[in-house]
Nanobody
């Protein structure tokens, strides 16, 4: 089984920065995609950023130009550098990893979630 260990998150003022990190451990073979989702109260969980093992990235329109996702395949870690934070970025952020199993089977793993609060 794959385990995800998150770090980062906290309280920051508008315009500030935070860095989220997530490390995968356990059965670490064939981790195709790692990324970050977020969910605000009363809102649907949404993809913030994702990165493939080959380095391709995808960002939500709301964070493009402000957030940067990166991945270290050797260390099985993914980071999210969040700059120019806005109050609307406030949410619980979840690390996600997709692992390929036998055949075409895939399985998603989730971190425990970390609170990001952007407020004065």
């Amino acid at each position: 089984q794959l385990q995800l260990v998150e770090s980062g998150g906290g309280l920051v003022q508008p315009g500030g920065s935070l860095r989220l990190s997530c490390a995968a451990s356990g059965s670490i073979f064939r981790i195709n995609v790692m990324g970050w989702y977020r969910q605000a109260p009363g809102k649907q969980r949404e993809l913030v950023a994702a990165i493939t093992s080959g380095g391709s990235t995808d960002y939500a329109d709301s964070v493009k130009g402000r957030f940067t996702i990166s991945r270290d395949n050797a260390k099985n870690t993914v980071t999210l550098q969040m700059n120019s934070l806005k109050p609307e970025d406030t949410a619980v952020y979840y690390c996600n990893a997709e692992q390929s199993l036998i055949g075409t089977m895939r399985r998603d793993y989730w971190g425990q979630g970390t609170q990001v609060t952007v407020s004065s």
